[in-house]
């Protein structure tokens, strides 16, 4: 197709790579850190553009991600790559400027519930935590962002009142935030959600940038980014097979997939300057590498146009 | 929500269960027929009021649907529930107005490559069958309706043009057929595609209904069905917790799981008749019947709100 579809849809979307940072944190298995670097290599070669590479919390609480530094040091700041990190406080942020990213994450939850039991603090306490990071990163001249979990429900609460995302997104704008993932920890968003919450915080925060990032756990994480095109919205996070699971649900599937979420925009004539069959190959070593199927669907079938020999393939009749 | 989403989408839908059918024929075990009939009736009992039962084929090419007869007797025709069956020929057209069918489903493809290895005829050849389908349903006031598989992209042949779907959908009407189903055989449907064809086929044959079948081959099957529902599409085949697969490609998904689509109706405010958690109730006792993970995920995460107690969970972090 030449034009993009839906309409509305940009021509260009962002693909935010977090399968290294929220895939591999949820995996029993700690890859080495050579075998990080080989994967974040590959994938910029595959034409990834933005990496959300690691994160700079405690190493007690996530041995996964406990090789921050020397990943970051080994990768260096490739050409035209947005490397990113979660910094849970200003301690992490220390970590992060030292170690070098191009932007820092900040992260808290929509509900108190679910921060108090991620953070182990109330909101108003994160957002001090936030205020803190977004002062050293201004002071370094390194951009801070903002993840907002749960933002479309609590697996502890139930619903999220959009007052509640717009109330701390206006929060976060007033320290500073210029860009806010709405993060869909558990897969609770659906469509309606998503557009409540999209039209809310324009209204109310017409220059926060806004990134969507969903969870396929109920089977709908690309219908939500559908309805994010729609409105506009030009920047998805994702990750590489489907990396990362739902610690809610065993066997459930966690984020949305990179390599599917690149198929559903080509196919729509939106541009991400990623090779798809590239992206394939690397989610399929990522899925021999953890050594179970992962749940992304077009490292299983291939492109759309892979073709079959018609001696191949049993009837299928009907 | 109160209101349907998205603008344009019907406020009720139509969920015809095919799992019995399309998904059971192409598992390798071959379900006892009083299974079948428990899975059938427990489908009712949750709501689902349209059910593509089984498939008058030979016996010899499609042994897992071999009971066709003994499964629509001991069913009977249950009260406000359709009950339809594939019949490739006049032979299986017979058989199936013996049986008592609420309608008859013919089937032929939309590349000539795909008719011939599926029905071993060119599609000219296809037609005829068709044509004497449906002087023995008008003669018996029995409905015949009409799938087309590889209405989005054939396996072997790559694109398959909007023309020809369009000039076979022309004959079918010819022939006395008020309902066609477009069939995503392969998965290779597209937000664009679905949209051309449903365009196509309105403008070309405005009195003829469409449903659509899609498959989640490559992950993007519920956005389809999502595309086609903003066309105001009412009619979506889908199998329950996802059954069957796709013979081209080891461990990748068929057809749309019917619990997922329905999530997804309620959810967007779109009624379907069904009580989701009855269906995934049947979803889950499928699952331990075929004794393999199916690729449902509602089934696995449970409903939306379904919330999960503080101290039950490990952290998510971020």
Redesign the interface.
Same mark, same amino acid.
């Given at each position: 197709?030449s034009a993009s579809?839906?309409p509305g849809a940009p021509r260009r979307a962002v693909v935010v790579e977090v399968g290294l940072r929220?895939g591999l944190?949820a995996e029993q298995l700690i890859l080495p850190t050579a075998t990080k670097l080989d994967l974040a290599r590959r994938l910029i070669a595959a034409g990834v553009r933005h990496l959300e590479l690691t994160?700079f919390?405690s190493p007690r609480?996530?041995p996964q991600l406990a090789d921050a530094e020397e990943l970051l040091a080994r990768l260096g700041r490739p050409e035209g790559v947005e490397i990113t990190a979660?910094v849970?406080n200003a301690k992490g942020a220390e970590r992060a400027l030292r170690a070098g990213v191009d932007g820092m994450v900040v992260?808290l939850s929509a509900s108190e519930?679910?921060n108090?039991?991620?953070l182990n603090r109330p909101i108003a306490r994160s957002l001090e935590d936030v205020a803190e990071v977004a002062r050293l990163g201004a002071a370094a001249g390194v951009p801070v962002h903002a993840?907002l979990?749960v933002a479309f429900?609590c697996?502890?609460?139930?619903?999220v009142p959009v007052a509640a995302v717009v109330a701390i997104a206006q929060r976060l704008a007033e320290l500073g935030i210029r860009r806010l993932s709405l993060g869909d920890?558990?897969?609770?968003a659906?469509?309606?959600l998503v557009?409540e919450r999209v039209r809310a915080l324009r209204e109310a925060l017409p220059e926060l940038e806004l990134a969507l990032h969903f969870h396929?756990?109920?089977?709908?994480g690309?219908?939500n980014a559908?309805?994010g095109l729609?409105l506009g919205i030009e920047r998805f996070e994702s990750s590489i097979g489907g990396l990362g699971g739902? $610690?809610?649900?065993?066997? +459930? /599937?966690g984020n949305v997939?990179t390599e599917?979420l690149v198929?559903?925009l080509h196919?729509?004539?939106i541009d991400t300057g990623i090779d798809l069959e590239a992206l394939i190959s690397v989610a399929r070593d990522v899925e021999r590498l953890l050594g179970r199927?992962l749940p992304?669907?077009?490292m299983?079938?291939?492109p759309?146009?892979k073709?079959? $020999?018609?001696d191949a393939? +049993? /009837?299928?009749?009907?």
């Open positions: 197709m579809f839906p929220d944190q994160s919390v609480a996530v979660l849970p992260f519930s679910h108090r039991k991620n993840a979990s429900g697996p502890f609460e139930g619903e920890t558990t897969g609770m659906t469509p309606p557009r396929n756990t109920r089977g709908i690309l219908v559908w309805v729609e739902c $610690p809610f649900a065993a066997g +459930a /599937t997939c599917d198929y559903l196919e729509s004539g199927p992304g669907q077009v299983k079938a291939g759309r146009l073709l079959h $020999p018609l393939v +049993a /009837t299928a009749r009907g």
